[in-house]
């Protein structure tokens, strides 16, 4: 049987982003699973390399059946030590099924915001070379708790729980490090509206927009190095 990857979307993004630019540039096949467009979500089977989840608007702790079968997906991969890798919502569906909690974020976080490496063996495995500051892209309102025997790799000032690892193959991240430019602009235009506050905590459409080109740049190369970690286990399950 031929192993993939499934990366879950949950909003009408034509492309995954930079997870789909790894696997690409590396010969990884994956697959994209849309279920709030109506895929079904599938049962867990021995094709399956290793899943990615990915952002949405919708909570973690919304009652709706397609969530609530990836939070099982996610659970039984867990448990058979398949990858899984989560960004932001996907994060928070990670969490959900360790039996962490997902609450509401004091003020929400939008935009451009710096992230700082945690002091512990972990986070040099899973960040490598990357600066002990570096750029991140942030869009949410919610904020999880850690798991039991989670590992917090990096925070930004505003939320302490940005992104930790269990093991060696499962990562949650609150932030966006899939960014690309295309799909942030595509982002940033399409919810212009919402995107006219600016506080502490977020940024404006205009914000957004300054050094967009060199922010994802920078962002790109912590993702690269984010990756490259959680392939590492990825290979061992194509290779079997």
């Known amino acids: 049987m031929s192993k993939e990857v499934l990366i879950f979307l949950h909003m009408d993004d034509k492309h995954p982003g930079y997870i789909a630019n790894y696997l690409e540039t590396n010969n990884i096949p994956y697959r994209v ?6 895929d079904s979500i599938p049962l867990l089977n021995d094709s399956m390399a290793g899943l990615v989840f990915m952002g949405g608007a919708m909570s973690a702790n ?8 990836e939070i099982e997906l996610i659970y039984q991969a867990i448990d058979a030590n398949v990858p899984v890798l989560g960004h932001c919502l996907g994060g928070q569906l990670i969490s959900v099924a360790l039996g962490a909690d997902v609450t509401a974020h004091p003020t929400g976080e939008v935009g451009w915001h710096s992230c700082n490496r945690q002091p ?3 986070a040099d495995k899973w960040l490598g070379t990357t600066d002990d500051s570096f750029p991140m892209f942030h869009w949410h309102f919610e904020t999880f708790s850690l798991p039991q025997r989670a590992r917090l ?4 000032e505003y939320c302490q729980n940005q992104a930790y690892s269990v093991g ?14 295309p799909l942030i602009t595509h982002w940033i235009t399409q919810w212009q509206d919402d995107l006219q506050e600016m506080t502490a905590t977020k940024q404006n ?16 190369q912590v993702a690269e190095q984010l990756y490259s970690c959680w392939a590492k286990s990825l290979q061992l399950k194509l290779k079997r």
């Not at 790799?153 to 930004?156: A, N, V």
């Not at 927009?209 to 790109?220: G, P, T, W």
Request: aromatic share 8%; hydrophobic share 40%.
């Open 33 to 38: 699973v849309r279920g709030y467009a109506g």
């Open 62 to 69: 919304d009652a709706i059946p397609w969530i609530e079968q």
């Open 120 to 122: 512990n063996a972990e």
């Open 153 to 156: 790799l990096f925070s930004s």
């Open 168 to 181: 060696e193959n499962v990562l949650a991240m609150q932030c966006h490090v899939e960014m690309t430019e």
């Open 205 to 220: 459409y205009q914000q957004i927009r300054a050094s967009l080109k060199d922010n994802v740049v920078r962002l790109n």
